[in-house]
């Protein structure tokens, strides 16, 4: 059974930095996964995503200042998160499945199966 777990959620200030981790256990061998955030009323949004091959495709909202990463051989799921601005204040939750995706479409929520139960990021101006 596939379970994700978030951490490295936190308060910081504007032009800050933050590095949120994700553990999996019980991944497949092919797989893609993303961060996903979400502010209260509104969409969930998918801003990162690589794949197992190390693939990487971002919204442009955060283009150039989020980066993720991923440890392979101990299935951690990173976001380095650098010049945090207010508005990239939600929920952030790591997010996979297995198999492949290509194409932008990939940061689509509605594509994964599996997601973490979430970790807070607020950003004071």
């Known amino acids: 059974q596939v379970q994700l777990v978030e951490s490295g959620g936190g308060s910081v200030q504007s032009g800050g930095s933050l590095r949120l981790s994700c553990t999996a256990s019980?991944?497949?061998?092919?797989?893609?996964m993303a961060w996903v955030r979400q502010v209260p009323g509104k969409e969930r949004e998918g801003i990162a995503m690589i794949d197992s091959p190390g693939r990487t495709r971002y919204a442009n909202s955060v283009m150039g200042r989020f980066t993720i990463s991923q440890d392979y051989a101990k299935h951690i799921l990173y976001l380095q998160m650098d010049s945090l601005k207010p508005e990239d204040t939600a929920l952030y939750y790591c997010a996979g499945s297995d198999g492949y995706c290509s194409g932008p479409g990939c940061l689509a929520p509605s594509r994964y199966r599996y997601w973490g139960q979430g970790t807070q990021v607020t950003v004071s101006s």
């Open positions: 019980g991944w497949p061998y092919n797989y893609y």
